[in-house]
C-alpha cells in the first residue's frame, strides 16, 4: 500500500514537472497509440468477418454438394490397387468384397492366416483379383518387406484402409500391460508404417487414398475401453493432421477418410448390450465405408445420428455428461456383458500389475 502512495506521488511529481513542449508530445503520442490501436483492432475484425464469410460460403458450398444424388459423386475405382490391413474377417473382408466387385485388385494383409486364406476363396470364387499375405502389421519390418514385395508384383497401391484392430474391453487396472501395449501398436502406431511405406509414391503421383477405421470410441471417452478409446482417439488425430499436412503440402490428389462407427456385430465387441443406439450390421457397415471411399469423404460416422454426443460432449458440463452416460444413454454399461474375442497374436505372459 505505501509502496504504491509513494510511485502515484512520484508520477504525479515528474508530471508536474515535465515542461509544457514535453506535455505535448506525450500527449501526441498517446493520441497516435490510441489511434493505432483502433486501426489494429479494425483490421482484426475484418480479418475475422471476412474469414466468417469464406467459411460459411465454403459450408454452403459443401451443403448444396450433399444435395446432388451420391450416384452423381462417386468414383471409378476400376483397376485400382486396394490394400486393408485385418481383411480376414469382419469388416476387413466385407470391405473388400465390396471393392473389389466395383472393379478393383485387392490385397489383404492378415496376421491370421485362415482368415486371410477364406477372404481369398470367397473372393477367387466370385471370379475377383485378389492377393493376401500374412503380415503381422506391428512389424514395422515386415509391413516395409511387405509393401516391396507387392510393388515386385507389379502392384502400386492407391488406396490403404488401416481396418485392422483389437480391443481388451476390461477395467482400466484389470488390463493387462501387454494388451494396452499391443492394443496401441495394432491400433495406431501400425497406421505410421502402412502410411510410410505406401504415402510416398501416392505423394510422387499426387494421387492416392488413405482410409483409416477409427470408432466412436476416438470421439467419446468411455469405461472399460480406455486402451481402445485412447488408440482410437490416436487415430482421429492421425487423419486429422495427416490431412492438414497434406492440404498444406498442396497435395490435392491424395484424399483422407476417417471412419467412425458404433458398435458392430462382427463378435469383436460380442456381449456388448446398448441400450439407445442399435448396434450395427456389418454389411450396412461396409456399405457406407465403400460409399465414403467412393465419394472421397472426409469422415463417415456411424450411424450418421451418433454425432449428437459428440457434438453434447462439446456443449454439456461434465456433471450433465455423468448423467448422460450413466443415467440416459446407457453407455456406461453396455460392456458389463462384454466376451469379444481374444486377439490371435496375443500371448499372455506378463501381469496387470504395473
Ligand atoms: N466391431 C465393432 O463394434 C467396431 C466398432 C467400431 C470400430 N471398429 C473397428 O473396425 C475395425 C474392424 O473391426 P472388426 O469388427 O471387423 O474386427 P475383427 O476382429 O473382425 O477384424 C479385425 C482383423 O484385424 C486382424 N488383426 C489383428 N491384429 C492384427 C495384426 N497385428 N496384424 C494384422 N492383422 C491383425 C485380425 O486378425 C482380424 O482379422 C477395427 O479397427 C475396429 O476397431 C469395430
Not at 455428461?321 to 456383458?337: A, E, I, N, P, R
Request: glycine share 8%; net charge positive; with cysteine.
Amino acid at each position: 500500500m505505501g509502496d504504491a502512495q509513494t510511485s502515484k506521488d512520484s508520477t504525479t511529481k515528474a508530471t508536474t514537472a515535465a515542461t509544457p513542449t514535453v506535455k505535448r508530445a506525450l500527449q501526441k503520442r498517446s493520441g497516435l497509440d490510441i489511434a493505432s490501436d483502433y486501426l489494429q483492432t479494425a483490421w482484426l475484425l475484418l480479418t475475422v468477418t471476412v474469414a466468417l464469410l469464406f467459411s460459411i460460403i465454403y459450408t454452403i458450398f459443401a451443403a448444396f454438394k450433399c444435395l446432388v444424388p451420391r450416384k452423381f459423386r462417386r468414383h471409378d475405382i476400376t483397376g485400382k490397387v486396394v490394400l486393408i490391413t485385418g481383411g480376414g474377417s469382419g469388416i476387413g473382408r466385407l470391405v473388400i468384397q465390396r471393392l473389389a466387385a466395383k472393379g478393383a485388385k485387392v490385397v489383404t494383409w492378415d496376421v491370421n492366416e485362415a482368415g486371410n486364406a477364406e477372404t481369398v476363396r470367397l473372393l477367387q470364387e466370385a471370379g475377383y483379383e485378389c492377393y493376401a499375405d500374412t503380415v503381422d502389421i506391428c512389424n514395422k519390418e515386415a509391413v516395409y518387406k511387405s509393401a516391396r514385395s507387392l510393388t515386385d508384383r507389379g502392384l502400386q497401391v492407391d488406396i490403404l484402409i488401416n481396418n485392422a484392430g483389437i480391443v481388451t474391453g476390461r477395467n482400466f487396472l484389470e488390463s493387462p500391460d501387454e494388451y494396452v501395449v499391443r492394443t496401441f501398436q495394432v491400433n495406431v502406431i501400425s497406421h505410421f508404417w502402412t502410411a510410410k511405406a505406401f504415402l510416398p509414391a501416392m505423394l510422387k503421383s499426387n494421387s492416392g487414398h488413405i482410409v483409416t477405421i477409427a470408432s466412436m470410441a476416438g470421439k467419446v471417452g468411455v469405461n472399460k475401453l480406455i486402451d481402445y478409446c485412447a488408440s482410437k482417439f490416436a487415430t482421429v488425430g492421425f487423419d486429422e493432421s495427416l490431412r492438414a499436412e497434406l492440404m498444406v503440402n498442396k497435395k490435392d490428389g491424395v484424399f483422407t477418410t476417417l471412419v467412425c462407427p458404433y458398435y458392430i456385430n462382427t463378435g469383436m465387441f460380442d456381449g456388448v448390450r446398448s441400450k439407445l443406439i442399435p448396434i450395427l450390421e456389418p454389411e450396412f457397415v461396409a456399405d457406407e465405408i465403400v460409399d465414403g471411399i467412393l465419394l472421397r469423404s472426409k469422415e463417415v460416422v456411424l450411424p450418421w445420428y451418433s454425432n449428437v454426443f459428440v457434438w453434447l460432449k462439446l456443449l454439456l458440463h461434465y456433471d450433465a455428461q455423468k448423467f448422460m452416460l450413466c443415467k440416459v444413454t446407457g453407455v456406461s454399461k453396455c460392456l458389463d456383458g462384454f466376451v469379444g474375442r481374444t486377439p490371435p497374436t496375443l500371448q499372455l505372459n506378463g501381469t496387470s500389475e504395473p
